[in-house]
């Protein structure tokens, strides 16, 4: 059965499928190959669009097959309030960053730096990040995440839509 409009449920479901699917390091064709054809990566792909509903039966042989409990697939609300709006993009000015004292961006500078050699991504203007990685640099910076992000807008480094990522769900 499909819907019109996957509902804000449906696309946390989703959202969840997909994490586990991930955490298991297999593409859709991979669950597809791993499954023996039982699982058609078309369909898997429609349920963690939520563009698929999925009965109880075959969430629980999904589970059964990830080997983990039905509960790890199904969303709480608070997951499933957020999935109605895109997360808010965290990006970080390194323009910006270079001009705050050294002793004050060392940190963030350190960070930023093994998080582009990671990626390669040596364009020197912006960055983005996770919201993981603000949650990081909270502890490094031994400051709640709500009073860094504070911070770093004030510093001109992190955008202010920064705001909306320490008020959703972890």
């Not at 989703?14 to 586990?20: D, K």
């Not at 039966?57 to 199904?74: H, K, M, N, T, W």
């Not at 910076?141 to 009073?147: F, K, L, M, N, R």
């Amino acid at each position: 059965m499909t819907d019109e409009t996957p509902t804000p449920y449906a696309k946390a479901l989703g959202q969840r499928l997909r994490s586990i699917r991930v955490q298991q390091g297999l593409s859709l064709h991979g669950v597809e190959a791993k499954s023996d054809g039982r699982w058609k990566a078309v369909v898997v792909g429609s349920y963690e669009r939520g563009d698929r509903s999925v009965t109880v039966q075959r969430l629980a042989e999904l589970a059964d097959f990830y080997g983990v409990p039905i509960s790890e697939l199904l969303p709480d609300a608070a997951t499933a309030a957020a999935a109605t709006e895109p997360p808010p993009r965290l990006v970080l000015d390194l323009e910006k960053l270079q001009r705050i004292p050294a002793d004050r961006a060392a940190p963030l500078a350190r960070y930023t730096a093994t998080i582009q050699s990671q990626r390669g991504d040596y364009n020197g203007r912006v960055l983005s990040i996770r919201q993981e990685d603000l949650r990081s640099l909270s502890v490094i910076y031994d400051e709640t995440p709500s009073q860094l992000t504070e911070q770093l807008i004030t510093w001109g480094v992190l955008n202010a839509e920064a705001r909306r990522a320490i008020e959703l769900p972890a």
